[in-house]
């Protein structure tokens, strides 16, 4: 989203008007001076191919209902309104809107910086609690191949079966604590 508002700014520079501007860098005609919200995620969001960029500008210039594309950012939407609302406001106020677009390119792009930081401190974090949601059950498989029968122990009722149980709850209990845990940590 950050190179198509530093491209729209750049051609506003040039002496394009917001409507020509938006059109050439988006590639989809506009009614009005702003883009759509679902336009401009349309455009720059990463979808899964051209097929998909097609059927979907076509959606937009004939007005039937559009959906997101499946791979936007977390973030794109919010970003795309505050764009939308932007380009919006310096229409009706009449603000010169190349100096906006580029404030707003280098906020998106400090934006999409931090996300990626947030995802690589995070992966760490995410890879320990699956090799540690994978142990018990490579413990079983490793008692097996000693030799050991802990299938036999489990299934014979007692202690072995109330200790399976009992694991199977922490297990399940330490995944939703985990999942508890990255979720407010990404959203921080």
């Known amino acids: 989203m950050s190179a198509a508002l530093v491209a729209v700014s750049a051609q506003l520079r040039a002496g394009a008007t917001p409507v020509e ?53 977390p973030g794109a939407a919010q970003r795309a309104r505050a764009v939308v609302a932007a380009a919006r406001l310096s229409d009706e106020l009449g603000a010169p809107l190349a100096g906006v677009l580029e404030r707003i390119a280098s906020a998106v792009a400090a934006d999409a910086e931090a996300e990626g930081e947030r995802g690589a401190a995070l992966s760490g974090p995410r890879s320990t609690a699956q090799v540690l949601a994978w142990l018990p059950v490579l413990g079983v498989a490793l008692g097996a191949l000693l030799g050991a029968d802990p299938v036999g122990v489990v299934l014979s009722g007692g202690i072995g079966t109330a200790s399976a149980v009992l694991g199977i709850v922490l297990v399940g209990l330490g995944r939703w604590w985990t999942a508890t845990l990255l979720s407010r940590a990404g959203r921080a």
């Open 21 to 73: 501007a938006w059109s050439r860098t988006l590639g989809v005609v506009l009614a009005g001076p702003a883009p759509t919200v679902d336009a401009l995620l349309a455009t720059t969001s990463r979808p899964g191919g051209s097929r998909f960029r097609r059927r979907l500008r076509t959606r937009l210039l004939t007005g039937l209902p559009t959906r997101l594309p499946r791979r936007a950012e």
